[in-house]
């Protein structure tokens, strides 16, 4: 009897399955791992600016992969309208007394994830003005929209000191237009011509 | 558990009784002569007494296998193995998993005394029998003049009485214990050789006196008792970070923390890629699947995943598969009746690169999700 409880007991060591970890097992064709798989999410928004469509005419944005993020430029102007610079333009209404506005469509692409609340708001603002005698200023549609402007009545100067709200509400991932230039005065003085740059900051915020 | 033979001396005692023989029926005195004579025969033909003498000993060392049986006769086993080393062996037992199999070794002691200054003795070995399953099993040995304690110091037992292994190397030893190693190799064995089951083997130790080249002893030792050597077939498949990829941490079982990631994709962590997806983004890491198995008469294996616990916000964060990086990823199942199969012919131990997406969604507004969030993938690897 104890002989055939001896030989029962082997027999069912060598039978018996053995799993040492979910990793390994014997005595038996299957093994079953697990990966423990973590990650942490967070909200983001992007704001990116491209080269708009909507004009006849567009000033290319270019990005730089360094700062400043994008540039555009206007190209050769003058208070009278002369010159035809990079794009559009708009003579002065009264040489020599009113601006001469040349101008682009330029395109903005805001993108927010993971956010509480859709919406938001893109202002514009002048972080850095041109240099003195300050004859030429930034400008943009007055209207806010992807409407052509018509005129040099349609645009309006971009704040240096509160920013402006050109865009309320967009939707994440939906490429917004809207109309940049400068306007040069028929102001005469030192410093009046010449290479000169400013720098607009654009802002998205959902809320 | 000892033997002792005495070859000369029975060589020499032979013609003794031959010669007596001759003398019966011989007067006293010339019987007492010839007796002289033979004695002093004897005395010329016969070596010193001590130099046809020594003991060859063979019994288990300290931490090793034990012994049973009596005289020249020692029985043991090594119990149950597997070629992967998987499993705590057999008491006295040591396992070695190596890339190829793995070597199952225990220590013994061989002592050898009696032998006159200054004879010495060397002990060899060869199997005189030999595993049915020589593709499953192989025995090898470990002189003493080695540790013992890795698989470099073990070689294939010779089968060849002729040309036995070396275990005590000459000039060899006297009036000394050494300890000497016997292993068994369980080689990766898949396919039409494959075995499960029990299995014995039979080893012959040989003393040889160096001085006069004389094998003066042999032992056995028989790995049959109480059973034998029992063969189990064995599977693991363990995951492995990937050149490149995001590291894998072994814990219960794996883990992998993809960090700080959002729908837009940016700034993925190191060893993360982004693919575009539409509605967010998918993370991407490549990983290593390492499959292992042994003694099955298939050569493959199938490998399947699923997603066994979801994420908490299981819309916003989605486990994904795919063959190559830059996709295309899918989603990877998330019970075990719609798991993913990655493979059905993954080969032993022949690593899997293959490729996990976390898909995270760009959703806004109330279903949006911030925060620490993780899910477990079971991975199962079958082996028909």
Known sequence: MKRLFTIFALGMMALSTAAFASTTATNTNTVSPTLQISATIQSAVQLTLSTGTAAVTHCAVTPTGGTPDYTMSFGTVDALGINNGNCNKFAPTTPGTTNAIYWSDYNLNPVFTSQTVSTNTITAQVTTDFAAPNNIFIVRDSANSNTVPANAAAFTAVSTGTPDTIVTNAASGVAQTRFIGVAVTPANGAGVTGAKSATVTFTLTVQ | MRVRHHENVRRTHLPVVKSGGKVCGASFGRLLLALIILVIVSMAFTKPAAAQQGTFTVSAAPGGITFSGAGTTHSGQFGTMNALGIGTPSAGVTVIPLSNGALYFTHYQITVTGLP???????????????????????????????????????????????????????????????????????????????????????????????????????????????????????????????????????????????????????????????????????????????????????????????????????????????????????????????????????????ITRFLGLFVSNANGATSFRGSDSAILTFTMTVP
């Open chain 2, 117 to 351: 200054n200054p004879h010495l003795a060397a002990v060899t070995a060869f199997v005189n029998s030999n595993f049915t399953h020589t593709a499953a099993l192989i025995m090898e040995s470990c002189p003493s003049s080695s540790s013992c304690n890795a698989a470099g110091n073990f070689s294939a037992i010779s089968l060849l009485s002729a040309a036995p292994t070396t275990v005590v190397a000459a000039p060899g030893i006297n009036d000394q214990t050494v300890t000497a190693g016997l292993a068994i190799f369980v080689p990766d064995n898949n396919g039409a050789s494959a075995f499960t089951g029990i299995d014995a083997a039979r080893i012959t130790l040989t003393a040889t006196d160096t001085t006069n080249n004389k094998n003066f002893a042999t032992a056995e030792i028989r790995l049959d008792t109480p059973v034998g050597e029992t063969v189990q077939t064995a599977v693991r498949l363990t995951l492995a970070t990937a050149a490149g990829g995001l590291t894998i941490t072994p814990g219960a079982d794996f883990s992998m923390n993809f960090g700080n990631v959002n729908g837009l994709g940016f700034g993925p962590g190191p060893g993360l890629s982004t693919v575009a997806a539409a509605g967010g983004v998918v993370y991407s890491t490549p990983y290593v699947l390492q499959p292992a198995f042994t003694d099955f008469t298939s050569t493959i294996a199938t490998i399947r995943t699923f997603v066994s616990t979801n994420f908490a916000h299981p819309t916003i964060l989605i486990l994904r598969d795919a063959a190559a990086g830059a996709g295309p990823y899918n989603n990877i199942g998330t019970t075990a009746g719609t798991a993913t199969q990655i493979t059905n012919a993954a080969a032993s131990r022949s690593s």
